[in-house]
């Protein structure tokens, strides 16, 4: 260890053993697929060549595994009777080739759209019968 250095150990959530020991400058290649899916916390502790310790924290979600799409209930939702519901999971593959098949989650089409629909259809046939008569 050359002491004209820093030092930094990095630990996943509240274990007692650093993940890396590495004197600074360097960069660090934090493989994910390592840790367990959910929230987690990155603590940083720096030591300086003179003794003294800086801390920082940072949160991050791990989300490795495959990607659900929920379409007919949210969060928190107030239900009653039965529910039609939409769920979708997909990976997303190996990060070297994009995976199509199964990536996208098909949607309902939202009921704005249907009344903006409705809206042009009416006033399309309304400028019909009344370009006709005009004539």
Known sequence: MTKDKSKVFLF??????????LDTP???DLDTKKIADGEHVLTIVSQSPSGKEGIKKIQFTVANG???????LK???LVDGTLSLMINAYDKGNQKSFLINGSETPQTI???IWIII????GWAVYYEITSYNIQ
């Not at 996943?12 to 020991?21: G, L, Q």
């Not at 495959?66 to 007919?72: A, D, F, L, Q, T």
């Not at 409705?118 to 259809?121: D, E, G, R």
């Open 110 to 112: 939202p009921f704005w």
């Open 75 to 77: 969060n928190k939702d």
């Open 26 to 28: 360097i960069v660090f």
């Open 118 to 121: 409705i809206l042009f259809i």
């Open 66 to 72: 495959p990607s659900i799409k929920v379409e007919g």
């Open 12 to 21: 996943i959530d509240d274990e007692p053993v650093p993940i890396a020991e």
